[in-house]
């Protein structure tokens, strides 16, 4: 798989799935995170932002010519990530469901049981349709 993504211009819209990503080694994949992806720091300085989670600029994550781009139900605006799926061709969006409590969380899970239930969780649509 992460061959698969040696070739991708990954950009998160979600700060946990960025910080996911960032724990995966795909600095050199990522290439626009929203302005709350505090996390990891050198990435808040250096990776381009592409707006908030709630008012995404299009235009810029546009000129970027991302090939993925990863959303959150619980995060973003479904019509905002319908508009990107329609306007960039071959670009893959994925939307993450939102996060269900009762399969853990929150006391007595590390970073690292946090962060592998956050990556099962993401799965692939086309045009956005994850988030119909």
Same mark, same amino acid.
């Given at each position: 798989?992460?061959? $698969?993504?040696?070739? %991708?211009?990954?950009?998160? &819209?979600?700060?946990?799935?960025?910080?996911?990503? @960032?724990?995966? =080694? &795909? =600095?050199?994949?990522?290439?626009?995170? #929203?302005?709350?992806?505090?996390?990891?720091? $050198?990435?808040?300085?250096?990776?381009?932002?592409?707006? *908030? #989670?709630? %008012?995404?600029?299009?235009? #810029?994550?546009?000129?970027?010519?991302?090939?993925?781009?990863?959303?959150?139900?619980?995060?973003?605006?479904? $019509?905002?990530?319908? !508009? &990107?799926?329609?306007?960039? +061709? *071959?670009?893959? /969006? /994925?939307?993450?469901?939102?996060?269900?409590?009762? !399969?853990?969380? =929150?006391?007595?899970?590390?970073?690292?049981?946090?962060?592998?239930?956050?990556? !099962?969780? &993401? @799965?692939?649509? #086309? +045009? +956005?349709?994850?988030?119909?």
């Amino acid at each position: 798989m992460m061959s $698969e993504l040696s070739n %991708q211009r990954i950009i998160s &819209l979600v700060p946990s799935i960025t910080e996911l990503l @960032y724990d995966l =080694g &795909l =600095g050199n994949q990522v290439v626009g995170i #929203t302005k709350f992806c505090v996390h990891p720091q $050198e990435w808040f300085r250096s990776k381009t932002r592409i707006g *908030g #989670t709630k %008012q995404i600029n299009i235009e #810029t994550i546009k000129s970027m010519h991302p090939t993925l781009v990863i959303a959150s139900k619980e995060e973003n605006i479904k $019509e905002q990530v319908e !508009q &990107l799926a329609d306007l960039l +061709a *071959g670009c893959q /969006c /994925c939307t993450r469901p939102p996060f269900d409590r009762r !399969q853990g969380g =929150g006391q007595g899970s590390t970073p690292h049981q946090l962060r592998e239930r956050e990556s !099962q969780r &993401l @799965y692939p649509c #086309t +045009a +956005a349709t994850g988030l119909r």
